[in-house]
């Protein structure tokens, strides 16, 4: 065998095993849930059946704990972004010494563990401020580190921002206001969809950091964790292939949006082209 086939058998064989690792334990989970056993497993396969969807359908706590994630997710979406928004923007027009303390310290939320975090808000907004765990103090909890998200992105979309727009529009007479809403924002509207979808995803599947500031107020990890220590059913599976056909869903309309928008771009720079001909020829 020459060093190129080889290298290409190695390659072959990587992707094989990667893949197998990344989705064969989401086939079996799939498999499973269509399994009559009711314990989560495709061995022994005792038969076909859809009840589990039944009974994840007549599970009203599910349902109360999935609306109650959905509303933290919302709540996260409306304070992270925005706090992100403005960190990025203040780090991306200070050229000081302090740029690089500023952004260390709004950075250091993503290497806090969970847990730390969880902790201290608890404590701080219980004694200090008399705030109770709830619906409330998760959202305080996860933004304080998913705005750190946010704002990573929002920093990488504006290293191709081109200022001297803004000083041009500044110099035509425009506002502060006027600049930031109708050249700043439009350019990073591409940023704060990606980091909406981010702090949504982020904050639906904490676990670490809800766990102490959610109080009475159950999300959907934590009503999996708590099935799986009192007793896991094939229900949780059928949750889990409804949230992947979501996901695939998503990313198939994502892609359709995507390349409708390319097939206009490039509609948009062929009739540009054949205008500058016919120009020149003229």
């Avoid at 904050?203 to 670490?208: A, D, G, R």
């Amino acid at each position: 065998m020459t060093a190129d086939r080889i290298r290409s058998s190695l390659v072959i064989l990587y992707l094989v095993l990667f893949f197998s690792y990344l989705f064969l334990p989401l086939i079996i989970m799939t498999a499973a849930t269509f399994n009559t056993s009711r314990f989560p497993t495709v061995a022994p396969w005792l038969g076909f059946t859809l009840d589990w969807f039944k009974v994840l359908w007549n599970d009203g706590a599910m349902w109360t704990a999935l609306w109650t994630s959905f509303l933290i997710a919302l709540g996260v979406i409306a304070l992270a972004v925005p706090i992100g928004l403005a960190a990025a923007l203040l780090l991306y027009r200070l050229h000081s010494r302090a740029r690089t303390v500023l952004y260390a310290v709004m950075v250091s939320p993503l290497l806090t563990p969970g847990v730390i975090i969880g902790i201290s808000t608890l404590v701080f907004w219980d004694r200090w401020l008399d705030v109770k765990g709830g619906i409330f103090l998760t959202v305080i909890a996860q933004s304080s580190f998913i705005a750190a998200y946010a704002m990573l992105m929002f920093m990488a979309r504006l290293q191709r921002f081109d200022l001297t727009q803004e000083e041009a529009a500044l110099d035509l007479g425009a506002s502060h206001l006027q600049v930031f809403r109708r050249i700043t924002l439009p350019y990073l509207m591409p940023a704060i969809l990606s980091a909406a979808f981010i702090a949504f995803l982020q904050s639906f599947e904490n676990y670490n950091t809800t766990i102490f500031v959610r109080g009475l107020d159950t999300t959907l990890t934590v009503y999996i964790a708590s099935k799986v220590r009192t007793g896991l059913t094939p229900a949780v599976n059928a949750l889990s292939v409804i949230m992947i056909g979501l996901t695939i869903l998503g990313a198939v309309f994502y892609e359709v949006i995507r390349r409708r928008e390319l097939s206009r771009q490039e509609s948009v720079r062929r009739r540009a082209v054949q205008a500058d001909m016919a120009l020149a020829a003229g």
